[in-house]
């Protein structure tokens, strides 16, 4: 196999611009990051999930012309049934907001600060390696636009490179980390910045709005 830079290109910035495009998945990683709770397993469990398919898609779904209706029934109700109880939970967050104490440093001032103070923040509930791993497949694997956006569309567009499909594909593999990656540092980075109550309010609730808006678009497509 010769690996072709702009086929390789080709498929690392379309995978970039649909994963941007999946909103479960990276509020997952961004909360996991900002909560300090294995943001990098599940960073590399998200990539390893989205590079699985990528893989089905290029090379097998584009060869049979895609998901079947009832396949696609299926996935598309267990989209909007996950994404409708992780909009609750989110909304539960936003009717009652914390701050959470992300560091050890926190930590001491939330048991030091006054009881007015303490009222408002708290510890992220514990979540096990076991919890994480399970909750960033389910973040990539019960997510529709994942299966018919990562897999379908990569697939059918590596079909345009013929021989060179493989290049596009791996391309389209070193973006998924590549964003990951970035995302992952992103919500580390921001995570020991953001003890404002107001800013995880307004966080939760754009969670919320978001998960219930893509639920919503699900239930539609299906008429």
Known sequence: MVLSLPTFTAGMVLSISLIMAIGPQNAHVLRMGLQRQHLWLTVAVCSVADIALIG???????????????????LVGAGMLFLAVYGWQAFQRFLHPRVLALDVQSSVTTSTSTSATASTRSH?????????????????????????????????ASLAYGQGSTSFGLGAAAGSMLWFLVLGAAAFWLGRRLHSLNIWRALDGAVALMMWGTAAWLAFSLF
């Open 56 to 74: 089905l898609g290029v090379l097998s779904l584009a060869q049979l012309g895609g998901l079947s209706d009832k396949l696609h029934g299926a």
């Open 124 to 156: 992220p509930v514990a979540v096990t390696r076991r919890q994480a791993v399970l909750s960033a497949l389910a973040f990539s694997w019960l997510n529709p636009h994942a299966w018919l956006d990562t897999a379908v569309l990569i697939g059918t």
